[in-house]
């Protein structure tokens, strides 16, 4: 566990079982709803950063990762994965490209690994990548009202998706995808010792204090997987949003990517994320891992499980491509049904009939 955050002494902070980080103050469907219509500031400072200065810092980045970072210009950001040699998911990293510095936020836990996997393939090449959780902390301000409250604090606000400044005495602002039904998301990275001080200027500009848990509930409502919770050792990234994310199909190759290419071009993948409506009658909610079944058989396991402000009990899940939209399914004994929106993509004639050619020429069965 790390070193807890300054802001566990807020009045009615209740700490993440085992974390170091508020999971709400008190009021968790209130702080849900301050994310969705207001601006809620979420410390997330349980999340590992790593920094990799260098002049090769982004070629290097490139060949290792599935995004195009070769080119990745000042002040922009941007999603990527490690994969392993068979295209599994190992790490998700989200990055910040800033005045000659490749800034890098990774789940909590996971950075030392990370570490290790990059010093590995340094080489000769050169750059210095390095782990510094202890010395920086990230923010996240949540909500319609999060510009002005960035505005009134007298922080940049960026512009579009990705977009980072620098802020000043250190560290950035970045823009990120929306969570929820499109609620604004900028996330801060501040001086670990300067954490307390950056939270009081936001929240007197007009944020309101949140937990993760809110943060989490949105989060889950967007269908945005976290690492180790929504994915297992199997999670390929055909299977998840991060394909469109933190995949660029059109770029070189790197460790993993014959695995992508193939499923994105021949077939469907295995599983897909789903939003999962759960009956809600349990007390206690399901844990990450659980098997979705449908009758007696597994078909699937939640990630994470939430009690949303406006749609009840909800999971993420990856299940098998061939359960049907109105499959009866259970999880832990709740009865569970797959969100309507979370049909599976429909695949167009051309797309379809070059897959059934290359079947046939795979079976042996082709026609001469």
């Not at 103050?25 to 920094?51: I, M």
């Not at 390095?130 to 909500?143: H, K, P, R």
């Amino acid at each position: 566990m790390s070193t807890p955050s300054p802001l566990l002494a807020r009045p009615g902070a209740v700490p993440v079982e085992e974390g170091s980080v508020p999971a709400h103050y008190g009021s968790p469907l209130r702080e849900q709803r301050e994310l969705a219509e207001g601006a809620g500031l979420v410390d997330r400072s349980d999340r590992d950063v790593l920094v990799v200065p260098g002049a090769d810092r982004l070629t290097w980045l490139h060949s290792l990762l599935t995004q195009h970072l070769e080119q990745l210009g000042d002040g922009t950001g941007a999603e990527a994965l490690e994969l392993s040699p068979n295209g599994h998911v190992e790490h998700h990293l989200v990055l910040a490209e800033l005045a000659g510095t490749t800034w890098v936020d990774v789940e909590p836990g996971t950075g030392p690994a990370l570490q290790v996997y990059l010093e590995r393939m340094r080489f000769m090449l050169r750059v210095e990548p390095a782990l510094v959780t202890d010395a920086w902390a990230l923010l996240s301000l949540v909500g319609p009202r999060g510009d002005a409250v960035l505005a009134a604090a007298g922080v940049p606000v960026p512009d579009g998706p990705y977009a980072v400044l620098a802020l000043d005495g250190g560290g950035w602002v970045r823009r990120m995808p929306p969570v929820g039904d499109g609620a604004p998301v900028v996330d801060l990275l501040v001086p670990r010792g300067e954490l307390a001080a950056r939270a009081d200027a936001l929240l007197a500009a007009g944020a309101a204090t949140a937990g993760v848990d809110a943060h989490e509930a949105l989060r889950v409502e967007a269908r945005r997987p976290r690492l180790g919770v929504d994915t297992d050792h199997r999670t390929i990234p055909n299977e998840t949003g991060w394909l469109a994310s933190a995949v660029h199909l059109a770029k070189g190759c790197y460790r993993g990517q014959e695995t992508v290419a193939r499923v994105h071009n021949l077939g469907r993948p295995p599983r897909r994320l789903v939003l999962l409506h759960l009956d809600g009658l349990a007390e206690q909610l399901p844990e990450a891992g659980t098997p979705v079944q449908l009758g007696a058989r597994d078909v699937g396991r939640v990630g994470s499980v939430v009690r949303h402000h406006e749609l009840g009990v909800v999971a993420l899940a990856l299940v098998k491509q061939s359960v049907a939209m109105d499959a009866e399914l259970t999880v832990a004994g709740a009865r569970a049904a797959i969100d309507p929106d979370d049909a599976p993509a429909t695949v167009d004639d051309t797309v379809a009939a070059a897959r059934e050619r290359v079947q046939a020429v795979r079976s042996g069965t082709i026609p001469r």
